[in-house]
């Protein structure tokens, strides 16, 4: 499907692997140019430069910390004229409810809701005039049904949701849309290092924490980058405007409820 997005900007924050990646190589197929970001320089040169081979489009890199204001800044100053902004970071370390302190939740709310509503105070001005942009959140299926685990998560990206729920009716009458990608269990870093997490906790294999996870979804596996990343240049596409403030699950049927 030609998904009428050639030649359109693409920002995606924290794109060098995992899910970000999955969606800046979704719509540079689609025909997009990207501005993408991650802290550590080499991986994401690495990934831009394949992204480039493979798909023939404009790559610019900005390696910082996208939860810092300055960070910010940075990625904002190169996106400049963005039609599509894709919001992703690194999700907080699990825990129990009684570990976490202030400054705890201060960094989780940084990451995971602040810094997604920092860059879409910037860019959606622009998208505003142009009279088209998309936005997609990438956040959790924990904003669902919470993941006892990571209550800091749980906290920080229903947050996130809620703002969400309200701007997107705002901006929707300019020809711009907002929605959030929720992921279950994906195979990436971050799956990996919750699983190794379980696999110290309980002194069982990797192979074996992996299986028990896997089960635990109605589709047997783990979800790719590649399918997640589909999922969203769909909702950036032309295809997509009637699309509004909706949380999408990608979860294999993880969540077990009718709506
Ligand atoms: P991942 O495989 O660990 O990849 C994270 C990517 O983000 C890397 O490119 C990383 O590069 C970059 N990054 C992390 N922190 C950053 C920062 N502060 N500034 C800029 N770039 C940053 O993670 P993932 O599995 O794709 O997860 C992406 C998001 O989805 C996370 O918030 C995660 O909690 C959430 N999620 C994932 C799953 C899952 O099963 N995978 C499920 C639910 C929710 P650098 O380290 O070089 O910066």
């Known amino acids: 499907m030609d998904l009428g997005i050639a030649g359109r900007r693409a920002l995606v924050t924290a794109s060098s692997k995992g899910l970000g990646l999955g969606c800046a190589r979704a719509l540079a197929e689609a025909g997009c140019d990207l501005v993408m970001n991650a802290r550590g320089a080499e991986a994401l040169e690495a990934a831009a430069a394949a992204i480039r081979a493979d798909f023939g489009v404009t790559v610019e890199t900005v390696a910082c910390d996208v939860t810092t204001p300055d960070g ?5 100053e190169k996106a400049r004229g963005i039609a599509i902004l894709v919001t992703n970071a690194g999700g907080p370390p699990p825990g129990m409810w009684s570990d976490w302190e202030r400054e705890d939740f201060i960094k989780a709310l940084d990451a995971n809701m602040l810094t997604p509503i920092a860059l879409m105070k910037a860019a959606l001005p622009g998208m505003m005039e142009a009279g088209w942009g998309r936005v997609v959140n990438i956040t959790s299926m924990s904003v669902k049904a919470p993941i006892a685990v990571l209550g800091l998560s749980n906290a920080a990206r229903t947050g996130l949701t809620g703002y969400v729920a309200g701007t997107a009716r705002q901006v929707a009458p300019h020809g711009v849309t ?77 969540i077990n409820a009718t709506l």
């Open 72 to 76: 910010q800044r940075a990625v904002l």
């Open 178 to 254: 907002i929605n959030n990608l929720l992921p279950g269990i994906h195979d990436t870093d971050r799956a990996t290092a919750l699983d190794e997490a379980v696999v110290k906790a309980r002194g069982i294999s990797m192979e074996e924490a992996r299986a028990e996870r896997a089960a635990t979804v109605p589709a047997r596996r783990y979800g790719t980058a590649a399918e997640f990343g589909q999922a969203c240049a769909f909702l950036c596409s032309q295809h997509a405007g009637f699309i509004v403030g909706q949380n999408i699950l990608l979860d294999g049927g993880a």
